[in-house]
Structures are given as structure tokens and as C-alpha cells.
């Protein structure tokens, strides 16, 4: 029954596509990042529905019509050129089928960000590509909140398997980049039921994350809570949700969750946690010893051979920052960086653009919630080797159009105005 439901869905969608490509677009995104092909048994579960969708959508921007937006940004050519450097560090990858297979995949997730750059055309179509986003992220923070209440947080939360947040660490960190967005949506919301909806979808998707008990996600839940409040609107509203959370923590969570963040602080009698710095010195000497780093999935028994400290000791790198510098070296590091940092700076560009006008005060509180997001991401990110995972670049795209959004209606509002200058000067 799954299986028949999820193709009747992405059937109707691929129909509509044809005429408005935009309808691909949440399409991908929600099987991309919902996986919910994986939550079937049948034959959905290996049903090319990516292929599918992509076809669909590339031919309905040939037969639809359909307002598209420039593409162009210091932030898109700086992954236009991170795109570039990642095809050319394959070529040298020491994993060579590995190296093709991740590219096969980044650059399938790319095309599509940059479709959904072209095609988010007005605000009623990036709000519809939030809310897939948050459907399909938030579904795995509601269930997994549920879950956490009924074992009493003794028993950890995961993903999808088979997918970029199968692992608890992974899908701990999808959520810390969810609740600001389901936070935005809250904010925009003018019916009651959603907007407590979505407040219990915030706080069971808390439960979720802590209930993960991963020690990055921690790290990062405690740094996007300290910047939610610090940049919220409403601060009041801010401090309750905060303090609830911090209840929750408090008084629910077992002995087993504490005695796991207690680890934190003895990081260096932690078997897992020394195996990842074990990784990061192989990556840091790859990086060092090539231009090109040693491509994606350069961390095998062979490297580790090479230049870990200790060679049998090989283990995941668990970081995008140390991943990125590795696999791509110390240039697509630096393009990596470049790009987080210029879409933050873009996020306060909106905010400083927007905040004395009433009628764009929705890209303040998106810009401001994305902010949160990119928090997270940095934060938690930092343990965990999602460097390539489409959600952030999703976050990125999403920044680049409300700042095109932005631009346009401004655009339009002054347009009166320049003609009334121009009347005047040809009057005198």
C-alpha cells in the first residue's frame, strides 16, 4: 500500500510538472530528502523515482511556461567553481569508483539547486519548497519525538537507512536545520491550529534530536538555542520554548543519556571520539601532501596505512570541515568555507535591507531562522561528514532567492516613483 501510494503521488506531481517544473522540484526535494521510498517493503523501495523526476522536470521546462529567476550570484559561482573542483579532484580520487559514485550523486543534487534557484520564481512557491522541507525532515523529528517520550530517551532515535541521515548523528543534525524553519513558517502562519502544529512539531523534534544522543548534535542544539534567542523577533515566545526544552532535558532524560554527554568533556578516553581526530590527521596530511586532496571516499584502509598516527585505527572522519579538506584539499576547503560564509553574509544583507519595511518583513524572519540553521549545520557539522548532504545546499538556495525576491519587489515598489522623476525632468 506504500509502495502504490508513493508512485500515485510522484505520478500526479511528474503530470503537473510537465506544465508548471516547479512541481519537480518539491518532487526531488521530498524524495531526497524524506526517503520515503525507503520506508516501504515492495518494490518502491528501488524504483528509480530520482531518475524519474529528474526527466520529468528537465522536459517540463522545455513544454511548460513558467517565470524563472537569475541564477547569477558571487554565491552560485563560488559553487559553480566548488562543482568544477570536485569533478577535477576525481579524476586524481585514490578510490576511484567511490570517487565517481559520490560525484554521480553530487552532481545530480546540484542540478537541482540550481533549478530550484530558477524556478522559485515568487514567494507562494519558496514557501511551498520550506514547507516540503519541513514535512519531509520534520515527519522523522514528530515520530522521533514520540518515540523519545515513550522509551524515556533510552533508546536512540535514527533515520532512514540507506540514506544521508540513517545515522542518529545524521538525523540529529538534518533536525537542529529544521526547527528554525518550521519556526519560520510558525511566524508566517495566521491560522491557530497550524501555528500549534507546528509548535508541537518544534518541541517534539527537540525530543527527537536529543533523543538521538549524539554529543555534536548537543554541541549544536545548545548554539542554536543560544542564536534562536539572541535573533528572534519575540523573545518571550523564544525564552518559554527554550525553557521547555530545557525542562524536557531536565527532568526526563535517563541516567545512560547524561553518562553519554558526560563523554564530552573526556573526549580523550573515548575510543569513538579519538578515532575521529585519528581520521582528521589523515585528512590534514592529505590535504598537505596534494592539491587535489585525495578525492571523495579517500578514507580507506590504504590511506589510513599512510598517514593516520595510528594506521589501524580507520575510521569514518565525521566531519564536513575535515571531510572537505581531505577529499578535496586545501582549495575545495577554502571554496567550501568562502560559500558558507557568503551566504550568512547574504542572509544579514536581507535583514539589514528589509527590516524597516513592513511588507518584506518575512524575509527578515526567513533570513534570520536561516541564520539559526547555518548555526547548526557549522556546529554540529563539525562532528559529523555531511559536506555534501543536499540539504544545506537546499538552506543556500533558498537564501539566494529571497534575496532575488527581495530585490524584485523592491524593485517593483520604486518603479512609480522613477517614473514620476523622469515625468519631472522632462517637464522642466
Not at 5 to 22: E, H, N
Not at 125 to 146: A, E, Q, R
Not at 229 to 238: I, L
Not at 280 to 285: T, Y
Request: charge should be positive.
Amino acid at each position: 500500500m506504500r509502495d502504490l501510494m508513493i508512485l500515485g503521488i510522484v505520478m500526479y506531481g511528474l503530470f503537473r510538472t510537465l506544465s508548471t517544473p516547479y512541481i519537480g522540484v518539491y518532487l526531488w526535494s521530498w524524495i531526497s530528502l524524506m526517503s520515503p521510498h525507503l520506508l516501504t517493503w515492495g518494490f518502491a523501495s528501488t524504483f528509480p523515482f530520482a531518475m524519474l523526476i529528474a526527466g520529468g522536470t528537465l522536459l517540463g521546462l522545455i513544454t511548460g511556461k513558467q517565470a524563472k529567476l537569475k541564477i547569477w550570484s558571487p554565491e552560485s559561482g563560488v559553487l559553480l567553481t566548488l562543482i568544477i573542483w570536485v569533478c577535477i579532484t576525481t579524476i586524481f580520487a585514490v578510490d576511484q569508483e567511490g570517487a565517481l559514485k559520490e560525484l554521480d550523486r553530487y552532481l545530480k543534487i546540484q542540478l537541482f539547486i540550481f533549478l530550484t534557484l530558477a524556478l522559485m520564481s515568487d514567494r507562494q512557491k519558496l514557501d511551498g519548497f520550506i514547507w516540503v522541507m519541513v514535512i519531509s525532515l520534520g515527519f522523522y523529528g514528530v515520530k522521533g519525538g514520540i518515540f523519545t517520550a515513550l522509551t524515556g530517551g533510552g533508546a536512540r532515535v535514527w533515520g532512514p537507512d540507506g540514506s544521508f541521515i540513517g545515522g542518529n548523528n545524521e538525523v540529529a543534525l538534518a533536525l537542529i536545520m529544521t526547527v528554525p524553519l518550521m519556526r519560520y513558517l510558525q511566524l508566517q502562519s495566521e491560522n491557530k491550529w497550524i501555528k500549534r502544529g507546528l509548535l508541537a512539531a518544534i518541541l517534539l523534534s527537540a525530543a527527537a534530536i536529543l533523543g538521538t544522543q549524539s554529543r555534536g548534535a548537543f554541541l549544536g542544539i545548545m548554539a542554536i538555542g543560544a542564536f534562536f534567542w539572541v535573533k528572534s523577533p519575540r523573545k518571550v515566545e523564544s525564552s518559554i520554548m527554550v525553557g521547555i526544552v530545557a525542562a524536557v532535558v531536565l527532568l526526563f532524560m535517563p541516567q545512560t543519556w547524561w553518562d553519554r554527554m558526560n563523554t564530552i568533556q573526556t573526549y580523550d578516553q573515548d575510543a569513538s571520539a579519538m578515532g575521529r581526530v585519528n581520521a582528521w590527521w589523515v585528512a590534514w596530511r592529505t590535504a598537505n601532501s596534494s592539491l587535489t586532496g585525495g578525492g571523495a571516499n579517500m578514507f580507506t584502509p590504504e590511506m589510513f596505512q599512510k598517514y593516520a598516527p595510528d594506521p589501524l585505527d580507520v575510521h569514518d572522519v565525521h566531519s564536513i570541515y575535515f571531510e572537505m579538506l581531505g577529499e578535496q584539499g586545501w582549495i575545495g576547503f577554502c571554496l567550501f568555507v568562502t560559500l558558507g560564509i557568503l551566504v550568512w553574509r547574504r542572509c544579514g544583507l536581507i535583514i539589514k535591507t528589509c527590516k524597516n519595511d513592513p511588507a518584506q518583513k518575512w524575509a527578515v524572519d526567513l533570513a534570520l531562522m536561516l541564520q539559526v540553521s547555518l548555526i547548526g549545520y557549522a556546529t554540529a557539522g563539525a562532528f559529523l561528514g555531511l559536506s555534501y548532504y543536499d540539504y544545506y545546499y537546499d538552506l543556500i538556495a533558498t537564501a539566494l532567492i529571497t534575496w532575488r525576491l527581495v530585490n524584485k519587489n523592491t524593485e517593483v515598489g520604486l518603479a512609480p516613483t522613477r517614473a514620476k522623476l523622469i515625468k519631472r525632468q522632462h517637464q522642466y
